[in-house]
Nanobody, 120 residues
Framework: QVPLVESGGGLVQAGDSLRLSCAASGRTFSSYNMGWFRQAPGKEREFVATITANGGNTYYSDSVKGRFTISRDSAKNTVYLQMNSLKPEDTAVYYC?????????????WGQGTQVTVSS
């Protein structure tokens, strides 16, 4: 098990920025690829971003590329999602994920989610 706890969600206006954090428990944080997925009302859950275990590579969905940045701090067992130039279509519940192998789909571990709402 890899307990994941997200924070940082909230209500913002279009064009604003927000940073999500995800704290992971355990001593094996540096072994996991860490990611973010989101689910908007009435839509399927979708991939947002992933950072590899060693932090050397990042992957983004086309819809957030250039606006969102994923990073990790191994000393704090925390992964971040910096979201800039937010749009109403970014409104969703954002989930932190962890997986030993997978990068952009079907991660093994999920957090409970944090709501992000972007008003126009």
């Amino acid at each position: 098990q890899v307990p994941l706890v997200e924070s940082g969600g909230g209500l913002v206006q279009a064009g604003d920025s927000l940073r999500l954090s995800c704290a992971a428990s355990g001593r094996t944080f540096s072994s996991y690829n860490m990611g973010w997925f989101r689910q908007a009302p009435g839509k399927e859950r979708e991939f947002v971003a992933t950072i590899t275990a060693n932090g050397g590579n990042t992957y983004y969905s086309d819809s957030v590329k250039g606006r969102f940045t994923i990073s990790r701090d191994s000393a704090k067992n925390t992964v971040y999602l910096q979201m800039n130039s937010l749009k109403p279509e970014d409104t969703a519940v954002y989930y932190c994920t962890a997986d030993l192998w997978r990068l952009t789909s079907h991660p093994t571990y999920w957090g409970q989610g944090t709501q992000v709402t972007v008003s126009s």
